[in-house]
């Protein structure tokens, strides 16, 4: 049973309809008196009831505009947020970070309690300045233009009309001319909207770019290193990352597309990725939203009573849009809803195998945010990315243990894990390729468009395996790039994955020997939110934080004993 907790600082009824509704809360907590540690204490969770309030507010209204990009209303109250609320929220987020860091009782709080909040403190008062507030209003502004471009691109097939969502499941049909057909009219679709969306993330680089500078920063990837708080690791440990991938991943990559190229009798194009070497039809795991949710809460209880519950919960409180449709943003999402604690998942499925990996990894992080619920601050439940995606990637690999409610033999079982497990070595080099793309479009940020391009099939050829043939699609290849939304809309935000990814194998690799041991500490580490470092949150969970050449070898050979065994 979820409590929601009753407001101690703000009415129950309040409605952001304009700047003056919530001034004068921001006004008392500037100028409230603090005499005693106790009396900081009490500020410091006024100050998170209000930020959990308006934290939720906004996420409805990106729910609201995500799940109907049609309807211009949600749209428009999602910028009304975006452009006259949180510029004016902003100043006062960073004089309220000043009154604590100068407050007398400061350092009498619980150094263990308040350690890694107070360090993330002092780096947002570092990097703060007034003049990147209209400009963050505006890269918020246009980054959303990315999910209006893409939610409205349609293809027909067979006299009826797909998203492109939709359309790539035909990437798996048996039938090889049918399937270059789709991948033509989905990359048709898709460059006939490149123009658009370069012009776009040029706008997106010059503003960021801007804001960094302000800052004092000499790039926005050094800027965004600080505003991310990655305190634990450095972009020479990303360069490490880049290069162990390319060492120890990209050669079995290769195995697989030397097998799957034996295997299908022909040379690899691009339309051959997905389908089934074994000429068999791809795997329908479910029929409808409805099914999938009936199945997720069955398979999650047979891992653990607790995870089938959080799932229960938000489907009962209305927090779950699963099916694609025409309108809908697309992607996939678990947002967190920082007062009501009950998130809510956005996915856009389509009866794939791809879409139970998604509702188990958006399950992952929903878990996360009823584990962390019960912390006494909104930022406490703030982690970075790299613990985040450890939750959802976790969930993934141990929910085996309950998806044969999805695939009910054996060896469709078996079929549905080696296709997700090779897909984590596949995705891998991708990962290092979109982490490394941002190194150098950041770094050179008056870069044109065609070096551009150039560089990301330079990377193309660096993180790829040399089997697949593009010729005549080079300018398909060379805008591969904008399918990925974090560029546009959370830069920087991807290594994390491929972080979480070897956290979440070591995860599992425990799991198969300790079921109990392991949930158990998976719980215990989601459990803290962010209040102890990275290293010590997967230390919590059983595992190291660790990225390292050999590392990775490790599990990589892991992963090839378990592929063997669902070949067997």
């Not at 998203?163 to 990437?171: H, K, V, W």
């Not at 150039?454 to 043939?469: C, I, M, P, R």
Request: glycine share 4%.
């Amino acid at each position: 049973m979820i409590t929601i907790i009753k407001r101690k600082f703000l009415p129950n009824k309040i409605k952001v309809t304009a700047w003056e509704v919530i001034e004068p809360y921001f006004t008392q907590l500037l100028n409230q008196s603090i005499n005693s540690v106790q009396d900081l204490e009490k500020w410091l969770q006024d100050k998170s009831e209000l930020e959990a309030f308006l934290s939720e507010d906004l996420a409805w209204r990106y729910v609201k505009m995500t799940c109907n990009t049609e309807d211009k209303s949600l749209e428009e109250s999602y910028l009304f947020f975006v452009n006259e609320i949180e510029p004016k929220i902003s100043p006062y987020y960073d004089k309220f970070n000043r009154k604590l860091v100068a407050c007398n009782y400061v350092n009498e709080l619980d150094n263990d309690k308040y350690f890694i909040y107070l360090r993330s403190v002092k780096k947002e008062i570092e990097i703060f300045r007034e003049e990147n507030i209209p400009l963050f209003a505006e890269i918020a502004t246009e980054s959303q233009k990315y999910g209006a471009i893409v939610g409205s691109m349609m293809v027909e097939i067979e006299g009826k009309q797909y998203t492109l969502q939709q359309a790539a499941n035909f990437l798996k049909s048996t039938d090889r001319t049918k399937r270059e057909n789709v991948f033509n009219l989905i990359n048709t679709k898709r460059l006939a909207h490149a123009d658009e969306l370069d012009n776009l993330f040029n706008k997106l680089i010059k503003l960021r770019h801007q804001v960094a500078v302000n800052a004092g920063f000499a790039n926005y990837r050094d800027y965004m290193f600080a505003a991310l708080g990655r305190f634990d690791y450095t972009p020479e440990d990303c360069f490490a990352f880049h290069e162990a991938i390319q060492k120890e991943v990209v050669p079995l990559v290769k195995d697989f597309n030397t097998k799957r190229a034996e295997e299908l009798g022909h040379a690899l194009k691009p339309w051959d990725m997905d389908v089934d070497t074994k000429n068999r039809e791809a795997l329908e795991p479910f029929t409808s939203g409805a099914d999938l949710l009936n199945k997720t809460v069955k398979c999650f209880r047979k891992v653990d009573d607790y995870f089938a519950w959080c799932i229960e919960t938000m489907d009962n409180m209305n927090r779950l849009d699963l099916e694609s449709r025409k309108g809908k943003a697309p992607g996939g999402y678990n947002y967190p809803m920082a007062e009501t604690n009950v998130p809510f998942i956005f996915m856009n499925a389509a009866s794939s195998t791809r879409d139970v990996e998604t509702m188990v990894h958006e399950g992952g992080h929903a878990v996360h945010s009823f584990l962390s619920k019960d912390l006494e601050l909104s930022a406490f439940k703030n982690c970075p990315s790299e613990v985040a995606e450890l939750a959802s990637m976790s969930m993934e690999l141990i929910s085996y243990d309950g998806q044969d409610e999805f695939y009910t033999t054996t060896s469709d079982l078996n079929r549905a894990k080696e296709e997700h497990l090779e897909g984590i070595i596949k995705i891998l080099p991708w990962i290092a390729t979109i982490d490394k793309f941002q190194h150098w479009i950041y770094t050179n940020p008056n870069h044109t468009i065609d070096e551009r391009k150039n560089y990301w099939q330079q990377l193309a050829k660096e993180f790829g395996t040399g089997l697949v043939d593009w010729s005549d699609l080079e300018k398909i290849q060379a805008y591969t790039w904008q399918k990925q939304l974090h560029l546009f809309e959370v830069p920087f935000y991807y290594i994390e994955y491929g972080i979480a990814q070897l956290g979440a194998l070591a995860v599992w690799k425990n799991f198969l020997n300790n079921k109990t041991k392991t949930v158990q500490q998976y719980k215990d580490a989601l459990k803290l939110g962010y209040t102890k470092p990275i290293g010590e949150i997967y230390k919590t969970a059983g595992i190291e934080f660790n990225f390292s050449a050999n590392y990775i070898k490790q599990l990589m050979q892991f992963v090839k004993e378990e592929l063997n065994k669902c070949a067997n």
